[in-house]
Every structure is written in C-alpha cells, then in structure tokens.
C-alpha cells in the first residue's frame, strides 16, 4: 500500500537524516527542494547543499531553487501535488499560499521541545543555557515562528561533553526516525495535534559573529560553553597577540590561586593553555591559531610559548 506523497524542504546537513529516513520509508518523495549552490571557500567552486548531495546519492527528484514563495519553487511545489510538506532546517518562513499546497499540512521538524526555544538556533542555544535535556518536535507549521501545533516529540540529554556537533547530530537521527512515525500516524489518523502552551515559550534566536566571541569577565562554565555551542564549526573566538585565536575545545579547570585579571594566561603546559576566568579557569584544549590549522592546547603551548600575564581577549 502506497504512503503519502511527500514534498522536503532543506538545507542543512542535519536535514540529511530526515530526508535518509524518508527515502528509506513507505512514504514517497515527489521533490526535494534546496537552496541553489554558493561559492566555496577561497574562491572554490560552487557547493551544493548536504541535502542536494544526498538527494542525488538517493535518487530523489530535486530542485536548487532560491524561494519557493513564488516563482520556479512554488509552481514545481504545485505540480508535484504533494499530500504533505516535510520541512527541516530549510530556513525560510513559508506563506500560507505555500502551507496551504498539501492537504495533510506542512510537517516541520525542529530540535528543541518546543514551545522551548523557537527559532534558529535551537541546538546551540541548548547549550548556551546550560540545559540538561532538550530533544525534537514534530509540528504542523502555521505562519509563525516554530508556533504550530505538537504532533510528536521526543526526549534527549545534553551530556557534559556535548558540542553543538554531536548533540545536533543525534538530534537529526531521531529526527529522521520521529518524522517517519509521524508521517505513519497522520496516514493512520491516529495523531491528534495539541496546541503549544505560549507560557512556556523560549527563544534561540540566530548567531552571529558577536556571539562566538569570549567573554573572559565570565564564569569558567559560561566561557565553556560558549565554546562548546560553536564547535566544531565556526568556533568561539578570542585575540592572541593580536590576531584572532578559535577555541574550538575547552574545560573547566582548578581555580585561580593568582587572583589574576579574567583573559591572563596563568599556566601553560603539555594540558594547554590555563586562562583566568571570571570566576575559576579555563583550560584550551584544542585551538586554530588565524591561518593555521587546528592544534591541541600542548601544541600552541609548545609552538608559541605564551607567558604567565599574557592576555586574551
């Protein structure tokens, strides 16, 4: 028995496991829809996004396409007479002309336990805030922001060691696997959607360049999981002799006996680079240098020989 015609809306890599679970499901994607390729870095050709390179792997129908508001996107929606939406990590707020296209609605999966943290950044707002659980949501979009009715959720811890690598990687796989059963349901008509509750409603608005930058005047455990919230990539930023130095792993360490003013450098060994923090230590563990490739803490202690007094920031 056939499943449900299903139009993807995506971009990003963690759109990938959602789009794999799909394909791998009873439900049939008529169309991918994706954001056409942008240059790469240092003058490198154009790049597809994950979610073109994996609907090519899979062989799905696919459209690199800027809106589907109007234009191209929107007729190719149209045609495809789609029964549902899937939309994950696509990034463009969809009008009701375009909600309105599939009879089922417009499914969106979203990593948080919404109505906790709306909006873009959800994955790394998580460990901004220090949260020990968040988890994923499906939903049925309405023209607000990540405002729509719950159809399904699922539970996941934030572990200590957590980056918003791994921790938005895990999310994505129970993404692609709570999409399916969702799908399932909606098809069965056994899943009845409940209304967010606005009270407790949180926001995880976008980061930008402002918001990578170490702020040393802060406790050691905010200053690691700034760090934690842009790694692998881009990386939390602070200045070393001048230039812009990525922190891109780091730890809480033993408190200061120096009392010494928050950015100083108070130790360096084969562990890294012991940096006063507000309140405590930071210890660097991996770091780029500008121009240079990623390194361990030891590495830069050995390569650049920081002094004790020596500033970040």
């Known amino acids: 028995m056939p499943g449900l015609r299903v139009a993807f809306l995506g971009n990003d890599r963690w759109s990938v496991p959602s789009l794999e679970a799909l394909a791998g499901s009873r439900h049939e994607v008529v169309l991918v829809v994706t954001r056409p390729p942008r240059p790469g870095r240092r003058g490198a050709g154009p790049v597809p996004t994950p979610v073109a390179r994996a609907a090519r792997t899979l062989g799905l129908p696919l459209l690199q396409t800027p809106t589907v508001r109007s234009g191209e996107g929107l007729e190719r929606l149209r045609g495809t007479a789609p029964d549902v939406l899937v939309v994950v990590a696509y990034g463009e707020i969809l009008p009701r002309e375009v909600l309105d296209l599939a009879p089922r609605g417009a499914v ?9 943290l709306r909006g873009a950044a959800p994955v790394q707002h998580a460990i901004l805030r220090g949260l020990a659980r968040t988890g994923v949501t499906t939903m049925l979009m309405d023209e607000g922001l990540d405002t729509g009715p719950i159809l399904l959720q699922a539970e996941e811890r934030v572990a200590e060691e957590d980056d918003a690598g791994s921790l938005g990687e895990r999310l994505a796989a129970i993404g692609g696997r709570l999409l399916v059963e969702t799908l399932d349901r909606l098809e069965a008509g056994d899943l009845e959607p409940r209304p967010q509750d606005e009270a407790r409603a949180s926001y995880a608005p ?9 702020d040393w005047t802060r406790p050691a455990e905010e200053v690691v999981r700034v760090v934690r919230a842009f790694a ?3 990386g939390a930023t602070t200045r070393f002799r001048g230039r812009i130095l990525k922190v891109l792993r780091a730890g ?9 003013e928050p950015g100083t450098v108070v130790g360096a060994d084969e562990r890294g680079l012991l940096v006063a923090a507000g309140t405590g230590c930071v210890r660097l563990l991996e770091v780029a240098p500008e121009g240079r490739p990623r390194m361990s803490g030891g590495d830069l202690a050995r390569g650049y020989r920081p002094r004790p007094g020596e500033r970040l920031g």
Request: glycine letters at 6%.
């Open 108 to 116: 969106n999966v979203h990593f948080s336990l919404l109505p906790e």
């Open 206 to 214: 976008r980061l930008g360049p402002g918001d990578r930058a170490v």
């Open 252 to 260: 809480v360490a033993e408190s200061d006996p120096t009392r010494a």
């Open 232 to 234: 692998p990539e881009p």
